[in-house]
């Protein structure tokens, strides 16, 4: 069974700092691309940044400067560092994956559970 699991959400003041972290857990042969989504409340859910297995990142442009996502494939793990965070930034945050079962099968795509980041205003 395959899981993203998520941890590092919580409650924090404008302006300060978290670190999210997605491992890959289960029984899959390679963990291609990587990304966190996030969805506020009464809006849809949107791209926050991804990262290929090759580390090359692709950014929400109004999130540039602010958050970085990085990787340690040899963890199958993730991780959004935000700083500078705003009260807009309050949102359920969700690790996304692509994950090959095995060689010859394609990557199917898999979410996280979901962490909620609040940064109260």
């Known amino acids: 069974q395959v899981q993203l699991v998520e941890s590092g959400g919580g409650l924090v003041q404008a302006g300060g700092s978290l670190r999210l972290s997605c491992a890959a857990s289960?029984?899959?042969?390679?963990?291609?691309?990587m990304g966190w989504y996030r969805q506020a409340p009464g809006k849809q859910r949107e791209l926050v940044a991804t990262?290929?297995?090759?580390?090359?990142?692709n950014y929400a442009d109004s999130l540039k400067g602010r958050f970085t996502i990085s990787r340690d494939n040899a963890k199958n793990t993730v991780y959004l560092q935000m700083n500078s965070l705003k009260p807009e930034d309050t949102a359920i945050y969700y690790c996304?994956?692509?994950?090959?079962?095995?060689?010859?099968?394609?990557?199917?795509?898999?979410w996280g559970q979901g962490t909620q980041v609040t940064v109260p205003s």
């Open positions: 289960g029984s899959f042969f390679r963990v291609n691309t």
């Open positions: 990262i290929t297995s090759g580390e090359t990142t």
């Open positions: 996304n994956a692509d994950l090959k079962i095995t060689p010859l099968h394609a990557a199917i795509n898999y």
